[in-house]
């Protein structure tokens, strides 16, 4: 065993702490490691620490769940189809890396302002993460007071050449922002910098003949459309049922609805496997909404559970 010298440890465990014991835990599984039965931040934390002095793991592999972690942390991604403009080539060229560049977690620097942190240019693909902060204003109601909280945003573009596709993952917003303080503010920015940077024309992806594809999965389901049941406090018998939310009549309302608007979704794990690994290890969720063409994650999220859902969607 090789002890991580002190420093350098408690600065690697402080970055470890800042993110999530759960997603830590999905970590060592997906690389056939055994995870803390804790579901502690500090007991996962430790436990990868443990792997990297045993040499099962090393301090890169640690960087890598930092930034994926980063990068795919609970994001709402909107996806679009493009329209590339006669100079996008010469364009995505200039975005090209040094060779053999990778990027690593000590990239994402944050500040009240938008940034480049870096971009990757190959062949099938282009990929630019930017960082800034925004503010949250939360009540102090011991002292009553409002207080404000510095939020650390990282957004990433991903734009895939052959299929003219394009995703931009977001961190939830602040309430207020390098963009001004509204969400569409901030959202409308990342669209029109996507455009500006690439050299593309953007349309949003009709997520409608997706979600009928959804309803005859088996191994995905329904679970809400928030703006009919939200609004649902009627606990009167129907048809024999206790609420109206019970009636099978009105789930299949429900998945009417949600079919055309979008709602909230669970992915279940399946056999299926991308490179010999399994594409889930747990269910995700997440709410898909067709008028901003989004989808919007509600857990902690790393990047190939990310990649199974928006594949999902986007596939023929």
């Not at 960087?63 to 403009?85: H, M, P, Q």
């Not at 994402?108 to 062949?123: G, K, M, N, P, V």
């Not at 102090?140 to 409002?146: A, F, L, M, S, Y």
């Not at 429900?254 to 290890?281: A, C, K, Y």
Request: with cysteine; proline share 4%; charged share 25%.
């Amino acid at each position: 065993m090789t002890p991580i010298p002190d420093s350098e440890r408690q600065f690697v465990l402080a970055q470890l702490l800042a993110t999530s014991g759960v997603m830590m835990k999905e970590f060592l599984r997906r690389r056939g490691l055994a995870a803390s039965s804790s579901g502690r931040v500090d007991d996962q934390a430790e436990r990868l620490l443990r792997y990297v002095e045993e040499g099962t793991l090393t301090l890169s592999d640690v960087d890598s769940y930092l930034l994926d972690f980063r990068e795919s942390n609970a994001k709402i991604v909107r996806l679009y189809s493009c329209l590339e403009a006669d100079d996008h080539a010469s364009i995505v060229g200039g975005l090209m890396g040094p060779s053999g560049s990778v990027p690593n977690a000590s990239m994402l620097r944050y500040s009240f302002t938008t940034d480049l942190a870096y971009a990757i240019a190959s062949e099938t693909e282009v990929k630019m993460v930017f960082t800034e902060q925004h503010v949250r204003i939360v009540p102090n109601k011991r002292e009553r007071r409002w207080e404000t909280q510095m939020l650390d945003i990282t957004v990433v573009m991903r734009y895939w050449r052959a299929s003219r596709r394009l995703w931009i993952a977001l961190d939830k917003p602040g309430d207020e922002h390098p963009h001004g303080t509204s969400a569409d503010d901030y959202f409308q920015s990342y669209e029109l910098l996507a455009a500006a940077k690439l050299s593309l024309g953007l349309t949003r992806i009709d997520l409608n003949p997706a979600l009928v594809r959804l309803d005859h999965k088996p191994n995905v389901s329904i679970l809400k459309h928030r703006s009919v049941e939200d609004g649902i406090r009627n606990t009167r018998v129907v048809d024999g049922y206790t609420t109206m939310s019970a009636a099978p009549a009105f789930r299949d309302h429900i998945r009417l609805v949600t079919l055309r608007h979008g709602g909230e979704f669970l992915w279940n794990p399946t056999s299926d496997t991308i490179d010999g690994q399994r594409s889930l290890l747990r269910p995700v969720r997440a709410r898909v909404d067709t008028k901003s063409a989004s989808v919007a994650f509600v857990q902690h999220t790393l990047s190939f559970e990310i990649d199974h859902v928006i594949a999902d969607l986007m596939a023929e």
